[in-house]
Structure formats: C-alpha cells, structure tokens
C-alpha cells in the first residue's frame, strides 16, 4: 500500500533538486478546511496512481514568509505537479477527485511512468 510522503516546507525545499520522476505535492495548512479536503483525495488517489506519480503533502506556516515566496504561494491548498524536481503544473483552486484523476492520468501518459524508488 502507497502512502502520502509528509514533509515540512523546510524539507521539501531542501530536497527539491533531489526529486526524480512525477510527483504530487499538496501544500497545506491545518488552518483552511479545503486542504483537508485535498488531504482526502490524495489518500484516494495515492494506490491509483502508485508507482507512476509519488504523492507528498508539505505543511506551509503561513509565519513563514520566505517559504511562502519560495514557492510562490498566492492561496492554500495549491498543488504542484514535478517532474524530476521542476514544476510542470500548479492547481491553486480545488479540483473533484474525478478532474484530479483525470489531469493525473493525462500528466502520467505524457511524462511517462517512474518506479517508486524514484519516490523514496
């Protein structure tokens, strides 16, 4: 069973370069009801789409202002969408588990598949 990566916005950052294949990042707060929402379908989707797209939330403190520029943060929930560390996508309004599945299924038959140790 797939699981949801947690990181820390402090961590996220400092393996960004890091990063090999497509993954999902879910930038999250426990402040705004719409990322528990987010946190929900990621746990849905995580099995789906495991080993082709690597799911991992990362908590933003909204105290955090130099975090929030370096992601370039405008509204919370945001997801990213990575391929090997560089962004290829950016969701920042809420999607229905159906569209996200979708734009997962058509980033994944585009980009290609990885192997979960790419994840790792």
Do not use: N, W
Not at 30 to 41: A, I, N, R, T, W
Not at 49 to 61: C, N, R
């Amino acid at each position: 069973m797939a699981r949801v990566q947690t990181l820390s916005a402090t961590q996220f950052l400092a393996d960004a370069t890091q990063r090999r294949g497509l993954e999902l990042v879910h930038l999250t707060s426990p402040l705004f009801s719409g990322c528990k929402y987010v946190s929900q379908q990621m746990a849905e989707l995580v099995d789906v789409f495991d080993p082709t797209i690597g799911f991992s939330e990362v908590t933003v403190e909204l105290q955090q202002a130099s975090v929030i520029r370096a992601l370039g943060i405008e509204q919370l929930p945001t997801l990213l969408l990575l391929r090997d560390g560089e962004e290829i996508e950016r969701f920042q309004a809420i999607l229905s588990t159906e569209e996200l599945r979708e734009v997962l299924e058509t980033c994944a038959s585009f980009y290609g598949s990885t192997t979960a140790d790419d994840h790792a």
